[in-house]
Structure formats: C-alpha cells, structure tokens
C-alpha cells in the first residue's frame, strides 16, 4: 500500500518561501516507472500541477510557477519536498502530492496541507 503525506508550515507570510515535504512509504521514490508531484487547489479554483520530480532526479515545472518552484529529494528518507518563493496571498491553497505512474494520471495522493499566506 503506497502513502503519501505533506507536511510542513500551515502558515506563510507573504514574500517569504513556502517549503512542504512528502513522506512516501509502501513505494521508492527512486523507482524510474513512477514521478512524483505537487499540486494544489486555491479556493473556488480547479487543480493546478506545480512540477514532478522523476525516479531519475530529473524535475520539470509548470511553465507559470517555474521562476518560482525547485522539486528536490532525499532518497534516503524516501521524500520529495516543494519550495515556492516569493508567496502572496494567491499563492494560498490546499497543496497535494501524488505519484504520477508512467502511464500517465495520478494514482495515488497525499490528503493534502492548507496553506494560508497572511501577514
């Protein structure tokens, strides 16, 4: 059974970095058929991908969030983590991450950590 969970600050002031990590358990982080994801969803909108890290190391970003976003790991720990700088309120969302098989689709996802930024 592959888990997933965020973790990091509920709580972020404006301009300053946003940094979550992903626990991944039941499954290596390094494994080359799989990528792994961050999303979030800002109130009232729809989901939006941040970037991927593959299985190689390899990251690739959303082209409107790639100034601002790094995707890194720690394969020792078996974690993938997220940093956004720069954050303004527009930035505030529930941030998720998922594991993204080769075949494309999401199929397994953390529950998600709001992220509220405010002075």
């Known amino acids: 059974q592959v888990r997933l969970q965020e973790s990091g600050p509920g709580l972020v002031k404006p301009s300053q970095t946003l940094s979550l990590t992903c626990t991944v358990s039941?499954?290596?982080?390094?494994?080359?058929?799989?990528?792994w994801s961050w999303i979030r969803q800002s109130p009232g909108k729809g989901l939006e991908w941040m970037g991927v890290?593959?299985?190689?190391?390899?990251?690739y970003y959303n082209p409107s969030l790639k100034s601002r976003t790094s995707i890194s790991r720690d394969a020792s720990k078996n974690q993938f983590s997220l940093q956004l700088t720069s954050v303004t309120p527009e930035d505030t969302a529930v941030y998720y991450c998922?594991?993204?098989?080769?075949?494309?689709?999401?199929?397994?996802w953390g529950q998600g950590t709001q992220v509220t930024v405010s002075s």
């Open positions: 998922a594991r993204v098989p080769s075949s494309g689709g999401c199929d397994y």
């Open positions: 890290i593959h299985g190689t190391g390899s990251s």
């Open positions: 039941g499954g290596s982080i390094t494994t080359t058929y799989y990528a």
